[in-house]
């Protein structure tokens, strides 16, 4: 007898059941549900947990083992490495230490030390090699920022405003770190943006960074990033990991206006 059409959805692809697997057991190693150095179960006792074959399970642990979390020798098991190890710029490394709803500080900041390495070069190079569309898309996002009516609208401005500074680089090294730059903001979001005025009173920072970015001016550029990522810094070391983000508010009408301004492109 055919399987019927639904089933075959329910069931899902093997890619589809491979990612599920694999989704599921880096979020419990990210959250420590199976904590560093423990053994996972053996190949068995995860087939009839997530009823799926004996390839869906090794290409799993395949992916985790290249992402070094887990280390694979026959006869001694699959056991989970230690987090110094594991590839933490990776977008699923990130996401999975992150996702569990308390992202942790300490983890956090140590994020925020990197993104002050790699962020203000980036703007840097951005200010002596971005192209005049480069230029719009990085004002694009500051518009969209300054004018946002909710916090979603306002994350989504923020993001792209990071990311089209990383594509006006154009190396193509840093614009590898998108996806980490992505995760890492969300990260990021989802803790300051719960501090009273945080989104706000970084603008102005954020509007330096581009204008110094239009004029051409390296130094400016750079000094201005530092400073839109130290005050998000200063705003984490204050705060205690929350997953209930409430503090992006509508930019009032009277600072929107006063922000107004003409596009700086050149």
């Known amino acids: 007898m055919a399987r019927s059409p639904t089933k075959s959805l329910e069931r899902g692809s093997k890619p589809g059941r491979i990612n599920s697997v694999l989704t599921t057991l880096g979020c419990e190693i990210a959250q420590d549900i199976i904590p560093i150095g423990a053994t996972l179960p053996p190949e068995p006792e995860l087939e009839a947990r997530f009823g799926v074959g004996r390839g869906v399970i090794r290409e799993a642990i395949k992916t985790l083992a290249a992402k070094g979390m887990v280390s694979v020798r026959p006869r001694y098991g699959t056991h989970v490495l230690p987090r110094r190890d594991w590839s933490l710029l990776d977008r699923d490394v990130l996401g999975w230490l992150v996702g569990g709803g308390e992202p ?21 190079l951005a200010a002596t090699r971005s192209t005049k569309q480069d230029r719009l898309r990085i004002e694009a996002a500051l518009v969209g920022m300054e004018t946002s009516h909710d916090q979603e609208s306002a994350i989504k401005a923020d993001k792209a405003f ?37 989104f706000e009173d970084n603008l102005p920072n954020h ?26 810094q200063f705003k984490l070391s204050k705060r205690r990991a929350t997953a209930t983000p409430e503090g992006i508010t509508r930019v009032s009408t009277a600072t929107a206006k006063k922000r107004k301004r003409k596009p700086h492109v050149s």
């Open 162 to 198: 990071h990311l089209a500074i990383l594509d006006a680089t154009h190396n193509p090294v840093l614009q590898g770190f998108r996806g980490a730059i992505d995760t890492i903001l969300s990260a990021v979001f989802l803790v300051a943006v719960g501090s009273p005025g945080w």
């Open 104 to 124: 942790d500080r300490d983890l956090l900041m140590a994020i925020q030390e990197v993104r002050l390495i790699i962020e203000p070069a980036a703007a840097a």
């Open 207 to 232: 509007a330096a960074a581009a204008r110094a970015i239009s004029a051409g001016d390296a130094k400016k550029a750079k000094t201005a990033m530092e400073q839109v990522l130290g005050y998000t």
